[in-house]
């Protein structure tokens, strides 16, 4: 089964294609920038954003992920894309200087069109900020992002990232509901 | 001459109006949230959101305004108000620890429709980051930006700000173009 996934972000479709297939989902890369909203929910942004999408496109899904820092009021959130392209790393190490609660998520809303209806598909990877950036994989906050479970950051990771990340499983999550219908 | 001004935010809707009433332009508030996009572009945004107000209100106007930092590649520019409610000027402080150079904008565009056409008005404010807030007036980073030709913040110049700000420029314009159709 095939489906296409819109995104203007390679990093993302290679990512979420691994993972796919690992479930025998094939992803097609639908490319191309699409409207954002501003908000606080990424399943909302994400939702609104699969709507500017030609309904000829079916199934289609988007994905909004995002860092949310506990000592930082959940900043960056839905703007880190944003921010990580204003800021970097560093200016997020920056900001968490002096801070000890190192508490952050990586949260990943999927909005998938199937047969015309939207169903919405979350994963969230609980973890910490690191002290200093580590590991040359991945992409974005990946190299101060060290996941539960685990020493090493998302970057250090590498492929196995995939043992841990928020995309890992919301992509499962869309993966079985249409192979199986299930969640 | 009446003109609505669709906002949700108190402080910019009074700041406005003072500014309007110096032409002879009264503002009425129209209050609610509306839909932002995610972008670079103040304009872009503003006309935007100007086009989710159902048309029955015309003559109607959003602004949407930012704080524009040279040394943060113009971070955090149209999430200003997202970043001010996370990080505060505590955080922009922070960030911009140790960076000698401090030249910031502030930037502002209303977007008008007015007899079902849209037109859009610009104002800048140049100016520094100060190195500590100072002030009680005004509201957001008010406190740490010291527009050029003056020494003293935004938030410690209280009404005297309209001489300098992005706003007072942007619906100067928009009230002349109301009432004497020139910019």
Redesign the interface.
Known sequence: MNVRFATSNRHKFEEASRIASKFGLRLEWLKGER????GEELGEIAE?SLRSIPRRYDPVFVEDAGLFIRA??????P?SS??F???GNR?IL??M?GIDDRYAEFRSAVALRFRGFVAIFFGVAKGSIAFEERGRHGFGFDPIFVPEGSELTFSELGEAKDRYSHRAKSIASLSRFLLHRTF
């Open positions: 409207i954002e909203i501003q609104y930082l009021n959940w900043f960056p959130g703007y944003y921010v392209g204003k800021l200016g920056k900001l200087e």
